[in-house]
């Protein structure tokens, strides 16, 4: 499975983006989809995870309500809305999908050790 992250760029405090993550893979619908950032000097966090079918979302106590995680399995892509950003949430974004497990809960979707496969990250930068 390969995946492509798309949709940073440079945007003002205050603004929006969406981020896309597209995946090369024929069993899409069964992936659990997540979006990960890691700032300069720090480490990797966790953002918001959407299960295989949509109907659960877990999100960070930092991006919540600003930030909304989706998904379109037909398109095999899920997207990351981001809104209200802030400087802080300036970092390299990365999707990551895990395989699809017996059960998902807050804990497993957010450790990246539980993630199968990553994408190569875009930038997102927030000016003040």
């Known amino acids: 499975v390969q995946l492509q992250a798309s949709g940073g760029g440079l945007v003002q405090a205050g603004g929006s983006l969406r981020l896309s993550c597209t995946a090369s893979?024929?069993?899409?619908?069964?992936?659990?989809m997540g979006w990960f950032r890691q700032a300069p000097g720090k480490e990797r966090e966790f953002v918001a995870t959407?299960?295989?079918?949509?109907?659960?979302?877990y999100y960070a106590d930092s991006v919540k309500g600003r930030f909304t995680i989706s998904r379109h399995n037909t398109e095999n892509t899920a997207f990351l809305q981001m809104s209200s950003l802030r400087p802080e949430d300036t970092a390299l974004y990365y999707c990551?999908?895990?395989?699809?497990?017996?059960?998902?809960?807050?804990?497993?979707?957010?450790?990246?050790?539980?993630?199968?496969?990553w994408g190569q990250g875009t930038q997102v930068t927030v000016s003040s």
């Open positions: 959407i299960s295989w079918s949509g109907r659960t979302t």
């Open positions: 990551a999908a895990q395989r699809l497990r017996e059960y998902l809960n807050r804990v497993i979707a957010g450790d990246p050790n539980e993630y199968d496969y």
């Open positions: 893979a024929r069993n899409f619908s069964r992936l659990t």
